[in-house]
């Protein structure tokens, strides 16, 4: 080993332009330090001052770095690792969840930002503290931009996000609306924002689907129209609204324009398939505005002939149809009643004629008791004291019969057949207005010929006098 030492001293000027010997000492008298010289580097190697105040700008590497105060570092700097291509890189040395960094005030374990590296798991951890017990934000310049809650709480544009108990939440607020852009393939797909009025789900792509564990629930097409149940493609049909049965034998509803359609678990239209109601649960009311069709419909033309039918399914049983178009006659209603075979029972006719063909075969030896009034109700014509007010004695007898004109007459409804009877309009100018029925234009219009009875009693009553006084008269003479 060479025992040569060589000691000098000089200036900062002198030490930069003094190469020594190899192994010599010069002292800095500027910087009060010590140079290492290695027989070829002018100036040497400045060694470190205990209290490292002469290498706030040293470059060179150190195998343990304390530093009080500001210190700047330049180049790569690598801890327990040689540096890299980055400026700082930290080596934990070990493959498992190890914190490899921490970030914090004097030591002090609460408020450090930590982070923790796990390679064998391909993680890598950033939490605030050891029993990650801190809030964790995120700024740009001085505008805080997100927000990590103590329970797992995010919010974006808010310093509060929302916290519900048991629940974890994502806030996003913006000094407008809060929006969430999806995307893919850098293309934006579909957006939710808020605002103080409104709430809206915007999606750019044809088809909006809500799936469930058990498949698609609901859909919505770029027209608008809305499926439920997986009813898959609702186009083809107009439909703006559809709802599908699901398992065996279920049925849905198509809502297309200013139309309801049944449908199968297919699903597809298909005729009777779903039920209103059920027996223990009924609909209470139902209000209708227009056509009800009931039961089978058959387009005769553009006309509809079977409006309603209710039938035992029993061939032999009995039933009810309503029609309004049979056998080339068009009814304005049409009841039929069913026994082995169908037959017409009451009939409404477009003219607003009133049939009913059994009632002919329905006899009585009674008088007739309806009365039709000139706005078309039918009336039981009655007689009893109970339905009658103003009481008095006719007036009118066989004076005023012996004015009437009895004729013989053919009705202009019917044909060749010939009637006997009176004329409105003379019964009415004798005076006997009591049985004359009037139009609405206060016209004579009928007769009341059960109610001229009294007229005839009147008069019969008035002969008997006559001939009681006659029968006396004769006597009398007969008598002299």
Do not use: W
């Amino acid at each position: 080993m060479a025992t040569q030492l060589q000691i000098r001293r000089g200036t900062t000027a002198q030490m930069n332009a003094f190469t020594g010997a190899e192994g010599e000492l010069a002292v800095n008298t500027t910087t009060d330090t010590v140079h290492v010289h290695d027989g070829s580097t002018a100036g040497g190697f400045a060694l470190a001052k205990a209290d490292g105040s002469n290498i706030a700008t040293y470059a060179g590497s150190f195998t343990t770095l304390a530093a009080s105060g500001a210190s700047t570092l330049t180049g790569a700097v690598g801890i327990n690792i040689a540096p890299t291509s980055y400026k700082l890189t930290v080596n934990s040395g070990s493959t498992t969840a190890t914190t490899a960094a921490a970030i914090g005030y004097n030591g002090d374990e609460g408020t450090n930002l930590y982070v923790n590296t796990d390679h064998g798991n391909n993680l890598v951890s950033l939490y605030a503290s050891g029993s990650a017990s801190k809030t964790m934000r995120f700024l740009s310049g001085t505008l805080e931009v997100m927000r990590l809650g103590t329970t797992g709480n995010v919010g974006i544009g808010t310093s509060s996000p929302n916290s519900y108990s048991s629940q974890t939440t994502l806030t996003i607020n913006g000094s407008t609306y809060g929006r969430l852009d999806l995307e893919s393939a850098g293309t934006l797909r579909a957006s939710l924002f808020a605002t103080a009025g409104s709430t809206t789900f915007s999606a750019a792509t044809d088809l909006l689907t809500f799936d469930t564990s058990g498949g698609e629930a609901i859909r919505i097409d770029s027209s608008g129209n809305v499926g439920i149940g997986g009813v898959g493609n609702i186009s083809p049909y107009g439909i703006r609204f559809a709802i599908n049965g699901t398992g065996t034998g279920g049925a849905g509803l198509y809502f297309g324009s200013g139309v309801i359609i049944p449908t199968d678990n297919t699903p597809t239209i298909s005729d009777a398939t779903v039920d209103l109601g059920a027996s223990n649960y009924r609909f209470k009311d139902l209000y209708l505005s227009g056509v009800a069709n009931v039961g089978s419909i058959v387009q005769t033309g553009s006309t509809s002939s079977l409006v309603a039918s209710f039938e035992n399914t029993n061939t032999s049983g009995y039933g009810m149809r309503i029609t309004t178009y049979s056998s080339g006659v068009e009814y304005a209603l049409a009841v039929d009643s069913y026994g082995g075979g169908y037959s017409r029972d009451f009939v409404i006719g477009v003219n607003g004629y009133i049939y009913s063909p059994p009632t002919y075969g329905l006899t009585t030896g009674g008088s007739a008791n309806m009365f039709v009034a000139t706005d078309g109700s039918f009336q039981r014509s009655v007689s009893s004291a109970r339905y009658k007010n103003t009481i008095t004695d006719a007036t009118h007898g066989l004076t005023e019969l012996l004015t009437l004109r009895p004729v013989t007459y053919k009705g202009n409804n019917d044909a060749d057949t010939v009637f006997g009877g009176l004329i409105a309009e003379e019964v009415h100018d004798a005076g006997l207005t009591e049985f004359v029925q009037y139009n609405e234009e206060d016209q004579p219009d009928a007769l009341a010929y059960g109610n001229m009875v009294s007229l005839c009693i009147k008069a019969i009553q008035e002969l008997k006098e006559e001939l009681n006084t006659a029968t006396a008269r004769i006597t009398e003479l007969e008598n002299n």
